[in-house]
Every structure is written in structure tokens, then in C-alpha cells.
């Protein structure tokens, strides 16, 4: 697939599809007047008390680190309503998408440290420019090669107190800043049992927790129930200093039941670091609204949604690049072996409880996307709109519980003239 | 707000916005070049089985009831794979919005005449287009009347073998169709107890059952507990001759629990039958897929969500046109009184497993939109995602258990260095 051209116009695929494109917003901004576009736009990425969605001031420490390391830095504020007995409370929060660095057939070491270096730019970035709460990509410290069922990738797995956490305890101290760092966790005190974990790393860059991937999938390349299983830490809300926080890692934003239960337990904004790509041998399309992948389609639609039910944050990351590895796989759809797993879109982005969202990030570069968010609204919008109080949860615990029986048999009521002959 | 004009072009509102538009579609086609807007349509809509939705090819008899009585018709394919040890199951499914026909402060007995009058040509014309399942909008016998807070509006309460479901009955059985009926019914075994039902009718005319609607707003206009309770009719799934179809009205879709129930209990077909409007007062918005009220927005994202969530397909209508009271009311927004609800804005469109859904009816004019959907295309996601598998649903049963006492305390992790001052 081509690189966007420079001057912003299109190029066309080989299937006549455009490419190239880095968002929805270059596509649109490059062909509509501009008071369409503007009215397209706002509705696209929805209104925030009313208006479109309002620029942050960015430092200019910031902005020097992303020129000259070419990164993409953006930043947007979401506002609530004033209230007259609560102050605003305004946190500054970051997503980091990110590419690999070397390629995966080097030294692990070399590839680890590589990713280090160029997260530490990132995260400067990020602590230069006041953010309070910042998170990283699914399995930041790695290549994502689940694809390759391979079991010395495990080697990348490390204790929840291990060399990628002391690094990041270190930056968290220096900012003032939280760190969630989803990593590849070894249980050393169970048997090396591997999880796939994100770590909670305080302000003061203390570990105040973790929280283990709640769903896993087996679709496609995503075989990650060969190196994990389904995670034993419940649904923790973690309170820091700058907020209420949880994270629903990758495939648990298919669940709906994952997203309520982080907001059953007081989660003002919830992460969902993800690693998700285009089907492989589909055409590459340009726009991370919707795709010939369900996946990338998923990626917004879902986040939005789950934002507006359960009245919170969500903060929404997929890493970014295509990563080749050694040995040829298959993936299970009769097509020929292959060495990479498609090209991660990144798209990065943030959305609201009432619905509006952010522009995402580039599907090809590195970036960092920064937000202000009045975490008041959280609770406006449950006042508004009452969702946990006409929930019926008894219902729910009663019926799940039932459906969790071997011998459940479903409410069906059948036709009884279904047998009967049409006239 | 301006009618759209004629020749498709934008007109503009006092406040700079574009008003008029029937759809999205006739935005993005009349301001974008042919190929990019067909890249921008593939985009919104997603792809059914990697191809965007084909038309269906309509009977010339239905196109004359259209055209004869100013109705929109539409009609779009979803397909599934071909599989190897089970044929297709495609079934034609209808969903019908319209206006209220005469204005609310005459004779309840020709309000309710003059609707039914309108119904039987839109339900004709399902007929003669040979649909087999077909929906129609909340409360439909009725003008929307729950933002008045006035108990003479229970007048329009029906038994479930009431009028309209006769009405219905001779047309179900003429023309070998299921019919979805939701009315306010007036439950006389139960002290004249008032409750918003949908009827399902089946093919032969006879009534399969009803459900009752589970979740009632409290927001707005929509002063719906004024006038009914929640539903006491759990979550059934009703197996007709064509297919597992259930019913969740309207302010259920804001919840994940009553979309969730019905998969669970193995429906194919979800209908969302609702009526819902821009907020009173705001400028009007021309596009369905989002606006300053979330509750335009959340239509959309809300069906095709719970549609790949559940794996099942979702056909969701909206009534249109504004409806005048005879009193005036105020809204509990500080804002003057006034004798109507807004724009019910139609919209209603369908919604697959795989992610793509259909383009949205007018928000203007009545219609009827068809489907062909081969009910297939269910089990096939559910094999190729596997969410219900690993969904974990005794992990949540136990959740949602403990969180309905009264003394549920959150999971929460608080950082024990919380009260520390920062460096």
C-alpha cells in the first residue's frame, strides 16, 4: 500500500479503493468545502456540551520532542457543565502508539532496548506537556507475536516488578505522572504461569496494582489463548492520585459485560490498549472508521459505545507498523503461509461519556494523544440519563446465573401453528 | 428548519450549520466525487461478507403504492457464506416509520382512523413486496403523548387481543407475514395495569406472544414512568416460520444487559421499535449519525454495536415528523414551556453481525425499508469470534449478584500513597 502523498490528494489501489489516506479527517478535510467538512466533522466526533471539541495549548517542549523525533503529538479537551458545589476536576491524560523498532530477527535483547529508547521519548513528551495519567500499548516491550504460536517470545515475559516497570517507576517519579504499562507478565510465583498484565505504576512511581486481560481471543492470528489465559484479577478500579482508572486490554472490548463491570466499580475513564490489524491479503483501506476487517470498524464503534453506557473515559490505543518475523505462519483461512501479521492501523483516540469523541491518530506514525477531560462529566451524564438506576442488575445476576447452567434451557416461545402449512 | 431543497444543494441555518438533508448519504454524494464518496459510503456502512450491500430488486406493485401515496421504499441484501451442510435462510424483513396523520386535538376515534388508514397502504405495500417479518414503531396507534404527563393519553391503551391487533391479524394472515405490533396495552386481568408491548402475530394471523417493555426512561420528554413499569415478561425469543426474532423498545438499547438477554436466548432478529428526538430547543441537526443530542447519535452506534456484540441482526425504527399537543408542558430544562417534543427524526435502518448495516430511511417522510438477510450469517460470527464462549458469563453472574446488595463494595485498588504531597 502507498504512503499518503504530500500534498494531501489521493492515490488510488489496484481495487480502485483510495490509500494511502492517514485519517477519515484527511480524506474529508481534502475534499469538501470547508463548511461541509466542518459540519461533517462535528458529526463524526460528536459535540461535547454542545460544541465541537476544543484544541489543547500544547508546550512547546512537547512540540520540539515530536518534530524532531517525528512523532505525531495532538491534543483535545473535553468539557463538563460548571456545577455549583463541585469544582471542575480537569486531569490531562495520554495514549502512546507506537511502532517496533528493529527488526524481529535481531538480538531480543537489541529489540527491547531499542523500544525503551524510543518510548522515552514518548513518555518526555508526555511529561513535558503536564499530562497526569498516561498509557501505553498492549505489550509495549515487544514484537506482538502471538500470530507465530512460537513459544520463545515468552522470553519477553517479565515479573510485574521487572525491568520495564523499574524503567517507567523512574519517569512516573520524574513527571508526577501515572503509567499504565500493559506488559507480557510472568508469575514466577506460579509456576511462570504467563499472563498478559497491565501494571498501574503510581505518581510516585510506586506499582499500586495489576490487572490481568479478562477475555482472550482465538481468531485469526490472534492466538493468544496458546500463551495466556483468562485473567484472575477481577475488575479493579484503581484510584490514583488524578482519577479513578481501570483497563479493559484488547479483545475484552467485544464483551460488553468487561466494560460494565469496570463501571459497576467507580471507573471515571477506562484504557483499552489493543494490538489489531486489517485481515491479511485484504485490500488495505485507508480510514479507521470502518473496514473489510470488522476489527478496525470495532475499534471506535465499540469504545464510543461503551463510553456513553457506562457513563466514563475511554482512552483507546493500537499500536502501529507491520512486524515481519523469522518463520513463516498460516492463519487458519486456507490462504498461503506468510511472515507478518498485517499492518497495525494505530488510530489511537478518546471518547466520552456523552458520546462525542476525538480525531484519531495517524495509522502510521508514532504518536502521542493528549486530552483534558472534566472527569465531572462522568457523573453528569449518569444524572442525566439514569442508566445504572433503570438497569434491573437483579435481573441480570438471575438470568446470567441461570444461563451459566449446563441445562439452561432458553426463554423460547414458539409458534404453535409453526408446523402448519401456509395458505 | 428548511425542507431540503430540490436540487440537492445545502441550504444553511441561522447558526451556519446545514440543514435539509434527508440522510448522510445525500450530504457526502452531492459534495463528494463519485469514487471518493463511494470509498466514504463503503466506510460508513462497512462491508457484508467484503462487498458493500447490493440492492434488493423491488416488486413494481410496491413501487406504485410508494410512489401513489408518498412513501419511501427501499430495499438492501445481506449475505452470508455459503455453507456446505446447511442452505441459505434468507428471510425478507420489513420496518415501517411514518408520521401521526391528523393533529392531536381531534376525536381520538379519527386520530386513531386516520393512523390506521395510513398503516394498512405502508403494510400493503410490505405485502406485495413479499416481506415475511415485518415491525412496526412504538406505540404506533398513537401520537407520542408521554411528554404531556396527561393520564387521558391511556385512552389509547389496548388489550393485546385488542383493535389494532385485529386490524393486523387479517393482514398478517392475507398476506402470510409476521407482524411486530408495539402499543401501549392496557392490561384489564391486572387492574387496568398500562404497559408498552410489543404483539408478535404471527404468519396465520395468530398471536405468539408479547413482550413488555424491560427498561423506562426518566430523562426529558421522555416521562414514560409516569405512565408504566417495567416489564414483568423476562426476555423471551419468539421462533416464527421465518426465523428466532425478540423485541427490545426503545430506551432498552441504552442498555448492553437487555440486548445481551435476548442473544442469549438465541435471537436472530432484534427489532428496536422507538421514537426519539433531537433535544427541544437545540438547532436542528441534518444527519442521522450523530447531533448535540446524544440520543440521535446513540440510534446508530447502539444497533450496530449490539448487532456484532450478539451476533445477530438488528432492525431499528423510529417514528417522524413533530407531533403538537393541544396543552403546553415544560421539559425540566429551565427552557419555556411549549407544545411539542421535537422532530422525531426516523432514520430506521438495519443492522448485521458482521458490522455493515444499511443506509437510514428519511428523517423527514414516512417509509418502508426492507432487508433480504440470510439468518446464517448468525452462526457464522459466532463460530468466527467466539464471544460467547469467552465471555465468562459465571464471572459476571456472580458480579452482578453481589453488586444488587445494598452493601456491594466496589472493587477498588486506592494508591496507599495517595495523601502524599508531590515532589
Redesign the interface.
Known amino acids: 500500500m502507498d504512503k499518503k502523498n504530500e500534498n494531501g490528494e ?1 492515490s ?1 489501489n489496484k481495487d ?3 490509500c494511502g489516506y492517514d485519517s ?1 479527517h484527511t ?2 478535510s481534502a ?3 470547508p ?2 467538512y466542518q ?2 466533522s ?6 461535547n456540551c ?1 460544541k465541537p471539541l476544543e484544541l489543547v495549548a500544547l508546550s512547546a517542549n512537547g512540540k520540539a520532542l515530536s518534530f524532531e523525533h517525528d512523532f505525531d503529538l495532538q491534543g483535545f479537551c473535553f468539557r463538563a457543565d460548571k456545577e455549583f458545589l463541585r469544582e471542575p476536576r480537569v486531569v490531562r491524560v495520554g495514549l502512546i502508539q507506537n511502532s517496533i523498532v528493529l527488526p524481529t530477527t535481531l538480538h531480543f535483547l537489541d529489540q527491547k532496548k531499542a523500544i525503551f529508547q524510543k518510548l522515552k521519548l514518548l513518555i518526555d513528551a508526555a511529561g513535558v506537556s503536564g499530562v497526569n495519567i498516561l498509557c501505553l500499548q498492549e505489550a509495549w516491550t515487544m514484537p506482538f507475536a502471538f500470530c507465530t504460536r512460537e513459544k520463545r517470545w515468552c522470553e519477553f515475559a517479565e515479573p510485574v516488578d521487572g525491568e520495564s516497570t523499574q524503567f517507567l517507576q523512574e519517569l512516573a ?1 520524574k513527571y ?1 505522572m501515572v503509567i499504565i504499562s500493559p506488559i507480557l507478565e510472568r508469575d514466577v510465583n506460579h509456576g511462570d504461569t504467563i499472563w498478559n498484565t497491565a501494571i ?1 505504576i ?3 512511581g ?1 506499582i ?2 495489576k490487572h490481568r486481560k ?6 485469526g492470528d490472534f492466538n493468544e489463548s496458546t500463551y495466556y489465559m ?1 485473567g484472575n484479577t ?8 488524578f482519577g ?1 482508572i481501570a483497563v479493559n486490554i484488547c ?1 475484552g472490548r ?4 468487561n ?3 469496570f463501571g ?3 471507573a471515571e475513564i477506562v484504557f483499552n490498549p489493543s494490538a489489531t490489524v486489517g485481515e491479511l491479503s ?1 485490500p488495505m ?3 479507521e ?4 476487517s ?1 476489527e478496525i ?2 475499534m471506535v ?2 469504545a ?2 461503551a463510553a ?2 457506562n457513563s466514563y473515559f475511554v482512552g483507546s490505543i493500537n499500536r502501529v507498523g507491520t512486524e515481519v518475523f523469522p518463520n513463516p505462519f498460516t492463519s487458519g483461512d486456507g490462504k498461503p503461509q506468510h511472515k507478518d501479521f498485517g499492518h497495525f492501523y494505530g488510530s489511537s483516540h478518546f471518547s466520552a461519556p ?2 462525542s469523541c476525538t480525531p484519531s491518530l495517524s495509522r502510521f506514525r508514532d504518536g502521542l494523544l493528549i486530552s483534558d477531560m472534566d472527569l465531572n462529566l462522568c457523573r453528569q451524564l449518569k444524572d ?4 445504572r438506576m ?12 441461570n ?2 447452567k449446563a441445562d439452561y434451557e ?9 408446523h ?1 402449512k ?2
Open positions: 489521493e488510488v480502485g479503493s483510495i477519515l480524506i474529508l475534499n469538501l468545502k463548511h461541509i459540519e461533517v462535528r458529526l463524526l466526533h460528536g459535540l454542545g517519579r508526577n498501574i503510581g505518581n510516585h510506586n499500586i496494582g479478562n477475555h482472550i481471543p482465538r481468531v483468562e477481577g475488575h479493579p478500579v484503581f484510584e490514583t492520585a479513578k479483545y467485544h464483551h460488553p459485560l466494560w460494565l463491570a459497576l466499580n467507580g485484504e483501506w485507508p480510514i472508521l470502518a473496514n473489510p470488522i470498524f470495532l464503534l465499540q464510543r459505545n456513553i453506557a456523552d458520546g442525566k440519563w439514569g442508566f433503570t438497569a434491573r442488575y437483579e435481573l441480570y445476576a438471575e438470568m446470567l446465573a444461563y451459566s432458553p426463554q423460547v416461545i414458539s409458534d404453535p401453528l409453526l402448519k401456509s395458505p
